[in-house]
């Protein structure tokens, strides 16, 4: 069921996921900033007794932009008011890609509501080839939208898997000035975030999931952000993608909740 929250920064409106019950656990999305990415995620950890929440990010699906600058410590700030908003105390903290950089930011800030973290195809700070990679998706995304769109598409999932699953590549969305505006937005955040000093002061417990044909965050960054954080497990597995909660939902599902039964004795 959806529901929404004013935020207490600039009084944007948000759009949330709620589901299940149980010990909570809050999902982060990556760049594309939707709810909607954890369906099937949300689905199986409500089944087995979880209190899942998630939300379309600033300026994406039925969340208003408003006038905050966006930046990762904003978006973090964001999910800590949902956590606030909906009553949450500790919740086990999930991000991918983006939306892993976003959980760093937000157990570094408020380290008293993360149970444990679970980062999926993300990264510390920047390197070259991230860098070269989204400066070439951003000049796509103002040249050709739709292509823009597709290209994503070609880039997160395994070969194989589009060949399975080639309703993914059609686009019928229309991207009006607004929209291209908030991608742009969220592409300059990434880019400019930098956590590795942060990853290194992170004291709750963390496990880092990667594929290890990512083509848009190479496993390479997973490799060195397990370095960073004291005590973090690293699993990864050779394919999957960069969408490797879609691809290899079964896997990944099951890869949560075996984490998360370690915190049992926690409730």
Same mark, same amino acid.
């Given at each position: 069921?959806?529901?929404?929250?004013?935020?207490?920064?600039?009084?944007?409106?948000?759009?949330?996921?709620?589901?299940?019950?149980?010990?909570?656990?809050?999902?982060?999305?990556?760049?594309?900033?939707?709810?909607?990415?954890?369906?099937?995620?949300?689905?199986?950890?409500?089944?087995?007794?979880? %209190?899942?929440? !998630?939300?379309?990010?600033?300026?994406?699906?039925?969340?208003?932009?408003?006038?905050?600058?966006?930046?990762?410590?904003?978006?973090?700030?964001?999910?800590?008011?949902?956590?606030?908003? !909906?009553?949450?105390?500790?919740?086990?903290?999930?991000?991918?890609?983006?939306?892993? !950089?976003?959980?760093?930011?937000?157990?570094?800030? %408020?380290?008293?509501?993360?149970?444990? @973290?679970?980062?999926?195809?993300?990264?510390?700070?920047?390197?070259?080839?991230?860098?070269?990679?989204?400066?070439?998706?951003?000049?796509?995304?103002?040249?050709?939208?739709? !292509?823009?769109?597709?290209?994503?598409?070609?880039?997160?999932?395994?070969?194989?898997?589009?060949?399975?699953?080639?309703?993914?590549?059609?686009?019928?969305?229309?991207?009006?000035?607004?929209?291209?505006?908030?991608?742009?937005?969220?592409?300059?955040?990434? @880019?400019?975030?930098?956590?590795?000093?942060?990853?290194?002061?992170?004291?709750?417990?963390?496990?880092?999931?990667?594929?290890?044909?990512?083509?848009?965050?190479?496993?390479?960054?997973?490799?060195?952000?397990?370095?960073?954080?004291?005590?973090?497990?690293?699993?990864?597995?050779?394919?999957?993608?960069?969408?490797?909660?879609?691809?290899?939902?079964?896997?990944?599902?099951?890869?949560?909740?075996?984490?998360?039964?370690?915190?049992?004795?926690?409730?």
């Amino acid at each position: 069921m959806t529901s929404y929250f004013e935020s207490g920064v600039d009084g944007a409106t948000f759009a949330v996921e709620r589901t299940g019950e149980g010990p909570a656990v809050l999902l982060i999305s990556g760049l594309g900033g939707s709810a909607a990415f954890w369906k099937g995620v949300s689905a199986a950890l409500a089944a087995q007794h979880y %209190h899942v929440i !998630c939300m379309d990010q600033r300026g994406i699906g039925g969340s208003e932009r408003g006038t905050a600058k966006v930046s990762i410590a904003q978006l973090a700030e964001d999910f800590h008011q949902l956590l606030m908003h !909906c009553g949450v105390e500790l919740a086990h903290v999930v991000g991918h890609s983006t939306g892993g !950089c976003i959980a760093q930011q937000l157990a570094y800030a %408020h380290p008293e509501k993360v149970r444990s @973290l679970v980062l999926g195809a993300t990264w510390a700070g920047p390197n070259a080839y991230m860098q070269n990679l989204f400066a070439l998706r951003a000049q796509l995304l103002r040249l050709d939208p739709q !292509c823009y769109e597709q290209q994503g598409v070609y880039l997160s999932y395994p070969a194989e898997w589009i060949w399975k699953h080639n309703a993914f590549v059609a686009t019928g969305k229309k991207w009006g000035p607004e929209q291209v505006q908030t991608v742009q937005e969220r592409i300059e955040a990434l @880019l400019q975030f930098d956590g590795r000093s942060q990853a290194a002061a992170l004291s709750v417990p963390s496990l880092i999931l990667s594929a290890e044909d990512d083509a848009v965050v190479p496993h390479a960054l997973q490799k060195e952000l397990q370095t960073l954080v004291a005590g973090a497990t690293l699993t990864s597995w050779p394919t999957g993608g960069h969408f490797f909660p879609v691809t290899l939902s079964h896997i990944y599902n099951d890869t949560l909740l075996n984490w998360f039964s370690r915190f049992e004795h926690d409730k």
